[in-house]
């Protein structure tokens, strides 16, 4: 099980922190990952990391303003979201690929654990 949260309003150039705690299942992936989805759009992927080595990747698009980081010991997940951009309005989801599985991919496919998901609006 995942649980997202964190999303909310904030202005242009401002700043915000999701969270997503793991459990069950969904906790012992080691891949992780953040999505996001607007309106009319396709649901894209934002950042990931590997808990084992602790590898980060990044959507172009995020590059610089974005960090995903993970705390083993509470089992979360965070995404912390500098340098907001009207663009980077949308739903947010965290995803865990699963248990056994070692390998990244930015692929929303292979993700077999999904999040409920938490908005994050920014206005100009």
């Known amino acids: 099980q995942l649980q997202a949260s964190g999303g909310g309003w904030v202005q242009a150039g401002g700043s915000l922190r999701l969270s997503c705690a793991a459990s069950?299942?969904?906790?012992?992936?080691?891949?992780m990952g953040w999505f996001r989805q607007a309106p009319g759009k396709e649901r894209e992927f934002v950042a990931g990391?590997?808990?084992?080595?602790?590898?980060?990747y990044y959507g172009e698009s995020v590059k610089g303003r974005f960090t995903i980081s993970i705390d083993n010991a509470k089992n979360t997940v965070y995404l912390q979201m500098n340098s907001l951009k009207p663009e980077d309005t949308a739903v947010y989801y965290c995803a865990a690929r699963g248990t056994g599985i070692t390998v990244f991919t930015r692929a929303k496919q292979q993700y077999k654990f999904w999040g409920q998901g938490t908005q994050v609006t920014v206005s100009s």
């Open positions: 990391i590997n808990r084992i080595g602790g590898s980060t």
């Open positions: 069950g299942r969904a906790g012992s992936s080691a891949i």
